[in-house]
């Protein structure tokens, strides 16, 4: 079984400074997918980022991007020019490709981000 | 379009009783799947359906079970409530879970389930 690892309960960054969530996971599996997923007071999950395991390349969206180690199998985010609403719980979810248990995401326990203005 | 959208928000119900809580799908997505969320065990997998068949389940007691209809609405009913069923009931909904363009899990804004 796969299994996410998020070091961090909490974390805290100034308004447009740089922070990077840590997120390790598990698995022997060669071929799945990451993601990060933020949940804000509102409790709705949305989709931050996605990185395919078969992709060297780092995955980036605006000012969200990831370092991802596959032989080290870590994968975090980091968040540029930090902004007030990016304050919320971050998920890393693991999800195989697969067949079998490929439908589910595994998902750490998350990292409550602090964005002091 | 329209979000994933989960009625009631919000639940109360007393132990021993059964509930039942809704998923609509995004339009065009024949997956969805339920989670679990507690402060203490995080996010946990429940079940998955795709074409009104499960195809995933997590390791939850058989008291949780779950449907879905012909036009991809999900239902999820838990019987005999526990003091420990209390938690937020997450649904997403994909496309149907297989290539790269259809991995998205969209999330409903979720079912705050209490039990006194």
């Known amino acids: 079984a796969q299994t996410v690892t998020q070091s961090q309960p909490e974390m805290s960054v100034q308004e447009a400074e740089t922070v990077t969530l840590s997120c390790t996971y598990d698995?022997?599996?060669?071929?799945?997918?990451l993601f990060w997923y933020k949940q804000p007071p509102s409790r709705q999950m949305i989709l931050v980022i996605r990185?395919?395991?078969?992709?060297?390349q780092n995955a980036t969206e605006n000012r969200f991007s990831v370092n991802f180690q596959k032989a080290a199998k870590s994968f975090s985010l980091k968040i540029s020019d930090s902004q007030l609403g990016d304050a919320a719980m971050y998920f890393c979810a693991y999800r195989s490709r697969g067949g079998g248990s490929n439908y589910k995401l595994t998902f750490g326990k998350g990292t409550l981000l602090t964005v002091n203005p | 379009k329209a979000g994933v959208t989960q009625t009631p928000r919000y639940l109360i119900k007393t132990r021993g009783q059964q509930v039942t809580l809704s998923c609509s799908p995004i339009?065009?997505?024949?997956?969805v799947s339920w989670y679990q969320q507690t402060p203490g065990q995080g996010l946990q997998f429940l079940f998955e359906?795709?074409?009104?068949?499960?195809?995933n389940k997590g390791n939850f007691p058989g008291r949780f079970s779950g449907r879905q209809f012909s036009n991809s609405r999900s239902e999820m009913n838990v019987s005999t409530l526990e003091l420990g069923d209390s938690a937020l009931y997450l649904c997403?909904?994909?496309?149907?879970?297989?290539?790269?363009?259809?991995?998205?899990?969209?999330f409903g804004q979720g079912t705050r389930l209490t039990v006194v």
């Open positions: 698995t022997s599996e060669s071929d799945y997918y």
């Open positions: 997403a909904s994909s496309k149907d879970g297989r290539g790269t363009s259809n991995t998205e899990a969209f």
């Open positions: 990185q395919e395991a078969y992709k060297q």
């Open positions: 359906y795709f074409s009104e068949t499960q195809r």
């Open positions: 339009s065009g997505h024949r997956s």
